[in-house]
């Protein structure tokens, strides 16, 4: 016969125990984990990546995370679990108006969060702002690569198990409309392709390491190392390019940027092998340099492989033409 539980010590264990399985299986990523991995692995964001600090104090502002960059400048990490919506955009800006000083005006600043949304991205982009979309179930894949069991603690159960994980706070948008069958097909087109020029241009250079397929739109871009400047992988129908992206505050700073960049003109493209495209606009806040590849573009899919190749030769030649000129721009 067993023992009486007369003072209900062992139902009450038995509810702790429950409890802490339903927490288990209900617990989410908090900001403050979030936080703890980021500063574990910084390669999550970006390679080369040295972490300075935590809740630093920077112009007035406390940051979330802030790093050093293989350029040695510093990076500011402003962090969201789930999805990132307009509102971290707009503090964002906020944040760069305090960063960005006469003294210091190098200094990056990052949006990373779970998920950003396409319209944002292009907001984003538009805008000049870096950002990184580092979805749960890459960040649970990560660490068990890393076999980091006490970080993996931070994530549900269902998240563990899960292959598929839909991310937290994420908007639910309408199936796709039969009328839509056209635009649909370009856009798988765009991910397949992208997924194909990714893979190779990892096997050959950093770069876009940290970046992923879309089909969101005809280009990808990664961090060139300065705030609002990208390099740019873009297809289009007959044909591809790449391409250093360069938005300033106003169009004054923009014309002096790229000024500075055409008095070594020669010196650039006798480094890259020939002739860039430089694009700009009179009075606009952007220019470009490009390198154009006229072997096909993405309606010759039988070509694809020889135009990835060629745009991931030139991705590299440009980044080692432009790289220690536009590292000592404002």
Not at 35 to 47: R, V
Not at 120 to 142: A, M, Q, T, Y
Not at 261 to 286: C, M, N, V
Request: glycine share 6%; with cysteine.
């Amino acid at each position: 016969m067993e023992p009486l539980d007369i003072c209900g010590f062992g139902e009450i264990r038995f509810l702790e125990s429950k409890a802490l399985a339903l927490q288990l299986e209900t617990r989410e990523m908090t900001e403050k984990e979030f936080d703890t991995i980021i500063a574990k692995y910084p390669e999550l964001i970006e390679e080369g990546l040295v972490f300075r600090g935590r809740q630093v104090n920077v112009g007035g502002k406390y940051v979330d995370l802030l790093f050093e960059d293989r350029h040695k400048q510093k990076l500011i990490v402003e962090l969201k679990v789930g999805t990132i919506v307009r509102k971290h955009i707009a503090q964002l800006i906020d944040y760069e108006g305090y960063f960005l000083t006469p003294d210091d005006p190098t200094i990056r600043v990052m949006l990373v969060g779970n998920h950003v949304p396409n319209n944002l991205r292009l907001s984003l982009d538009h805008h000049g702002f870096e950002w990184k979309d580092i979805p749960v179930n890459k960040l649970i894949n990560f660490l068990k690569e890393k076999n980091d069991k006490e970080t993996l603690k931070y994530f549900s159960r269902e998240e563990l198990e899960s292959k598929n994980i839909t991310v937290r706070n994420e908007v639910t948008t309408k199936p796709v409309s039969t009328t839509k069958k056209e635009s649909t097909g370009i856009k798988q087109e765009w991910y397949r392709f992208f997924e194909q020029l990714l893979e190779l241009s990892n096997m050959k250079t950093p770069l876009f390491r940290n970046i992923s397929p879309t089909d969101a739109q005809n280009w990808i871009s990664a961090g060139a190392g300065k705030t609002a400047r990208t390099w740019v992988y873009k297809i289009r129908k007959a044909d591809a390019m790449v391409e250093l992206y360069s938005r300033a505050r106003n169009p004054e700073i923009c014309k002096k940027r790229l000024e500075a960049l055409q008095t070594k003109r020669r010196e650039i493209e006798a480094a890259f092998g020939e002739e860039l495209d430089w694009h700009y606009k009179e009075g606009s806040p952007q220019y470009n340099i490009r390198s154009w590849i006229i072997i096909g573009g993405l309606k010759d899919e039988e070509k694809w492989p020889e135009i990835q190749n060629d745009m991931v030769n030139r991705m590299i030649r440009l980044e080692k033409a432009l790289r220690n000129h536009i590292s000592v721009l404002d």
